[in-house]
């Protein structure tokens, strides 16, 4: 069974550089697309930060672009989230997420495996 089980969240100071960690579990096959996706406050939950499968590209939502890094450690079965000058903005509930991708490819339906979410507060 997968299970994804986030840390690192807590209350920063706007310009602090916390990381989040997320250990997985329940699945080894290297076509599972990795990520980080985010609730804020009243919005509908937002990818910020994705690995794909094969080379393990990465991608980021614009509002993110230069500020964070994914990255993963395959021998620790961890994905984290290097978060830079975080901003109020970035005040939300952080998830991360995992799905297998027959393809390849990694769209938002594949991601159908997530973590309880660890809150970022940003003042």
């Known amino acids: 069974q997968v299970q994804l089980v986030e840390s690192g969240g807590g209350s920063v100071q706007a310009g602090m550089s916390p990381t989040l960690s997320c250990v997985a579990s329940?699945?080894?096959?290297?076509?599972?697309?990795l990520g980080w996706f985010r609730q804020l406050p009243g919005k509908e939950r937002e990818g910020v930060a994705f690995?794909?499968?094969?080379?393990?590209?990465?991608y980021y939502t614009d509002s993110v672009k230069g500020r964070f890094t994914i990255s993963k450690d395959n021998t620790e079965n961890t994905l984290y989230l290097q978060m830079n000058s975080l901003k109020p903005e970035d005040t939300a509930m952080y998830y991360c997420?995992?799905?297998?991708?027959?393809?390849?490819?990694?769209?938002?339906?594949?991601?159908?495996?997530w973590g309880q979410g660890t809150q970022v507060t940003v003042s």
């Open positions: 997420a995992t799905g297998f991708s027959a393809n390849g490819y990694c769209y938002t339906s594949t991601y159908n495996y």
């Open positions: 329940g699945f080894a096959d290297s076509n599972y697309c």
């Open positions: 690995i794909g499968t094969g080379a393990g590209n990465t």
